[in-house]
């Protein structure tokens, strides 16, 4: 797309265009519905994520759906080692399986667990409005060789690279092995979600192919970085396998690589509000693939 069309949509988050990070302060609500007694999640639970961006929900699937789960995933696991596909990212530096992507389009295991009516009815009350998944994925982060995944925004590459407008999204993370401190977990910037850091340095065409194993571009600077952690700390929302982690689109996080023996193994699922559906990239590139960024059908 040509400069001129893309400075005619309007940008509420401009990123990667000008050569200074800059820290704009959020233009959207957190949590989209009024509370009241009626609600799925306790008035406590929505002012911590109004206030923190995430909240954690320990236990919150039974053992007996937790099982079918990890057992899908190990099994889709091992299938994804001896397959070539563009949803099987591996990791930089092996050839162990890091991510698969799209797994409520191919997996009906997965697909059921997306639409999960008590996740669901929490989500819609945070975002105020019917969903629909804009990507899913497992990330394995294999004990030894699992690497990092660098601190960012999720919301700043959905916004540049897949234009999505505005902060009406969010993660849902689902532990499928026990979460430790030591084992790779979620970081998060608590109170990060209020604030977007714009990034400096141009997209280079098809990032995706890179910025899925390791990403360079769409991260944030140092002194910005900093000063989000001394204003927020870093949490790590850490608890057994079964538990929930819903975060906010744009809070910042990262996790450290794993080089212990213990799996990290969750499943990400994006919801994004029916009424913040994707248009045209905001970097003015061409769109990513549907595995990565849904547009089908919107
Ligand atoms: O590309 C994405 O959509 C997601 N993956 C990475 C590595 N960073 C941004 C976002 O979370
Ligand atoms: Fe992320």
Redesign the pocket.
């Known amino acids: 797309m040509s400069i001129r069309l893309r400075q005619s949509m309007e940008d509420a988050y401009p990123s990667r265009m000008s050569a200074r990070p800059l820290i704009i302060p959020r233009r959207d609500p957190v949590v989209y519905s009024d509370w009241n007694p009626t609600s799925p999640i306790g008035k406590e639970q929505s002012d911590f994520y109004e206030q923190n961006g995430y909240l954690f929900l320990e236990g919150f699937f039974d053992a007996e759906e937790l099982n079918e789960y990890r057992e899908e995933a190990r099994s889709l696991q091992t299938a994804s080692r001896t397959v070539e596909s563009d949803e099987i990212i591996r990791e930089p530096e092996s050839e162990e399986v890091r991510s698969v992507f799209a797994i409520h389009e191919s997996n009906p295991v997965f697909q059921r667990l997306s639409r999960h009516p008590r996740l669901l009815a929490i989500i819609e009350y945070i975002l105020g409005s019917l969903t629909y998944i804009h ?1 899913s994925r497992i990330n394995y982060k294999p004990g030894f060789t699992g690497k990092e ?2 601190w ?3 919301f ?3 916004h540049v ?2 234009g999505m407008p505005r902060m009406r999204a969010l ?1 849902c993370s689902i532990a499928l092995t026990d979460n430790y401190p030591y084992n790779g977990p979620l970081m998060v910037v608590p109170g990060s979600h209020k604030q977007f850091v714009s990034c400096i340095g141009e997209t280079p065409e098809d990032h ?1 192919k890179d ?2 194993r ?2 360079r571009f ?1 991260v944030p600077d140092h002194d910005s970085l900093t000063a989000l952690v001394k204003q927020g700390g870093i949490d790590t929302p850490v608890g057994k396998a079964g538990s929930v982690v819903l975060f906010d689109c744009n809070i910042m996080h990262g996790s450290n690589s794993n080089i212990t023996p213990m799996p990290r193994s969750n499943i990400f699922i ?1 919801y994004n509000s029916v009424c913040n559906k994707i248009g045209e990239p905001y970097s003015g590139q061409r769109p ?1 693939p549907e595995y ?2 849904t547009r089908a059908g919107l």
């Open positions: 990507q995944f660098y960012h925004s999720d700043e590459t959905w690279e897949d993660s995706f910025s899925l390791k990403q769409g994006v990513r990565i960024a």
